[in-house]
């Protein structure tokens, strides 16, 4: 169900917008066409389509913001929504102590649009649904302990239109695809999972119905089965303090993404002290906190092709930018808006200013954060792994509102002895600081290994905001890693 | 005496919604008919109005009004879903719908839309909070904590949120409902970046609103008393758990209780109908249509099926599990089975968000002053399962952990990180008493728990 906003409401909200006494104003316009698909044991469960879209008013008054917004999109409904927006910026700026002023940012006109082969909204239904159906049935073994098969498809697109007081005039549609497959086995209360490429609906990227294609579920199914029933018979994961670990991409995301809130200026400077915390990476730290060691080079990166958080502009009308957050073990940078890039002296937003949708005001959310791979060849560091584990693909997630104290779950995990793997062990999970940790990495994969997936979910801000943000590593090896926490 | 859902909007503000709403609906459902097939049909109006603040100033202000459809069409077996926000198009809507359905092939558990039941008509409405009254209890937040300590720095949440629904079907379901509420949280923060004390007070609100200075001056209080830590080894600890440590773990039962889990066998309830799974002090209810008792309130649910007020846990005993029409279809082989708690797709397509645990005897006072040496949690944080099957649990205190000696509280402790299962943190006799007051959160109301034993696994380390 696509759609369109006229040029001659856009015009008509920001005139109507600059009629009051402020400082700046922005219009935004956004719709998100969606399609879900979720195919369990061979039937379809879930075929759902979805349009959103309406009209954002953003106002700055008196140094205080105002947002009112309605998926009515009306001139009766604009005027109504530019008093609204003016009313709670005039309610705003009474509270100020330090008035917003905004980083500059040059004035763009452009139309953007993620490139795809095959737009995944236009695909048939019945097409997508006989992959998922065929997933399914590969998957299926006949082991009476597999208790659901399930293979879905995801695809939005997110079209914004922004139009400034400053001049800016943005058109931009992000497309994202994704699925996976996961079989569930059950062995009295021995329960299971194993998913692929990734856990929680698979992987996710901004691309076509190409990416779909590509992620050949059909193919892959058997393998999350065949993991699954050996997962139900392999030794639990030991209890160790000091462990070897190499983490591979499907895990290391989350560990990059978890970490990677603390990134985040806002959380830095408190404005998210409420809810989703604060980060232990306080401004005064920049240039002096070693995060990792000289091995760690972390970038947020908007522009990395196909990536889940790439992007043209970010919500403010800032062009994507690859920013380095740790050179070399170094904090230097953070994620910022044009509200909170000054709060640090910068002059510049790192364009990370992003919302759900229309009816969002942006918050600085990931981009695409990404680990630098290093030299080593995959199989050459598990033969160099003496006495250690690898885990792979999250099932767990936990970390404090510092961002320093985390512990982490995940579906699989493998023994390597004397530089070979000699079996799975389930229930794997690891527990450490996120400074401690990132300073014991001892060996990166090159970038042959190297795999971006994405996280579709990730909530911050209230009213609650869902984003999605990419991630990219290759395998890593970590040393002296607490292991095994979970124990049933 | 019966209440008129749509006085939930301020007609004088909003204007009348309702006409689109009705012609939408009605139009989407005719059009269905003319077609031959079967259809659901949910017309929702949901304001939202958010105010933030945070380094002592409002950061954010949304305001926010939607007015959305979403047509679900069923015909032999296939069922598909279309929802949008874009009003004026329900011929665009029912295409995208069909065309949907067109592509599926048929679920043999399917049975399509349940039967219609009569429901109540009762006010599940909320005071109106305006935005300049969210904005002067920003500043008497700000105003109140600075009386404790000049130096804090105060942040959080003010908001009002009003929903409607209607619902009808090609069944014969006509339904309608409406609620409203209101959430305060206040946050202070204390001492320099390197080593912060931390300290938060929260609620939701319907008709009595909170004192905003004591929650402030409370929250300041805990932040104080966090600038000065002791570090405690991780292990096992007699814990008072406060109502805001007590709703985490009890999102995490109710949310944990779903009709797939519980027929797949990941959830910890599974097999477990009928049985004592938790300390016999222990009952919980589930009151969607008690206004007075908790905040999620709803006369239907997402199938225009009636709510019901219910015993989710006896005296231990776990006595209900929920379904949505299609779960009961699948499960039960019988759609009009449905409970009243769907969720519309989410939780496994029905879920428990309306519970409240019954009080006990206990002030939280006493409960301190009946340990000798433990630990007095205010807030959990970041709670994730680690195994569903068995209730495993992992998170972090946050905002106030003491240590108690002999009855007093002895200082704040450092957060530590609990790796803990519910089903034993509630077994019986480790749960030694239940608060006598309570708190309204999200999806259920609690007061505070004394715990015989509660597991920490690691200490949460700051930068100093």
Known sequence: MSNRIDDDIMSYALEKGQSYDMTYVDVKWMSRDSRKLNVKNGALERNSQSTSQGIGIKMLVDGGYGFAASNIVTKKSIDNLAKRAFRVAKASGITMKRPISLAEEPVYEDTVQTPTNKDPLNQPVEETVAVLVDATKEADNGDPRIKARNAVFSTWSDHMVLWTSEGTKIDQKIIVTGGGVDTLAVQGSNVERRSYPASFRGNFATAGYEYFEDLDLVNISPKATEEALRLLDAPHCPSINDA?????????????????HGFEIDRAYDYEAAFAGTSFMKPHLVDELMFGNELITIYGDATYPRGLGTFYYDHEGVKAQKTTLVEEGKLVAYLSSRETAPLKGWKRS???????????????????????PGDWNFDEMIEDTKDGYM?????????????????????????????????????PSYTGITPQFWNSADAIANEDSFQMYGTPNCGKGEPGQVMYTGHGASPTRFRNVRIGVVQS | MSWNPRTIIDSGEFGDPFTILDRDVEMLLHLAKSKGLEAQVTGELRLDSVTRFAVSQVTQHHDLSTLSLQLVLYKDGRRSTASTTLIDHPETLLKQAEDALNGSPPNEFDQGFPSPRPGDSLDLSAKPWTIEERADAVITSVNAAEEVDSGVIVAG??????????????????VESASSGNYFKVNSILGPPESRGYGQEETQWRHTMPSFENYAQEATRTAKD???????????????????AVTDLMNFI?????????????????????????????????????????FFTRLFDSEGIPTQNRIFVEDGSLKFIPYDSFSAAKYLGDKNEATGNSGGGFFGGAFLGSAILELGDQSIEDQILSIKDGLYVKSFWYNRFTDRRRGGLTGLTRNGLYHIKDGEINGAVRNLRYTESFLRAFEQGNVQSIGNESRMFMFNTVPSVHLSKFRFSSVAHSMS
């Open chain 1, 244 to 260: 070897t670990i190499i983490i591979k991409p499907a895990q290391l995301m989350l560990q990059l993404h978890e970490n990677g």
């Open chain 1, 350 to 372: 790192s364009g990370s200013a992003r919302a759900l949708n229309y009816a969002r005001m942006p918050l600085i959310r990931m981009t695409n954060i990404n680990l630098k």
């Open chain 1, 391 to 427: 885990f792979d693909t999250n099932v767990s997630w936990s970390i404090d509102d510092l961002r320093l104290s985390f512990q982490f779950g995940t579906e699989i995990g493998w023994r390597i002895e004397n530089g070979e793997i000699t079996g799975l062990i389930k229930k």
């Open chain 2, 157 to 174: 949440t003010a908001s009002s949120t009003s929903n409607y629904f209607r619902i009808i079907s090609t069944e014969g379901t006509d």
């Open chain 2, 226 to 244: 966090t600038l000065d830590l002791k570090t405690f080894v991780p292990g096992e600890y007699e814990v008072v758990l406060g109502p805001r």
């Open chain 2, 254 to 294: 109710q949310f944990g209780t779903n009709p797939v889990g519980f027929h797949e066998g990941t959830s910890y309830s599974a097999d477990k109908l009928g049985d004592q799974v938790f300390d016999e002090k222990i009952t919980i209810r589930d009151l969607p249509k008690d206004a007075s008792k908790v």
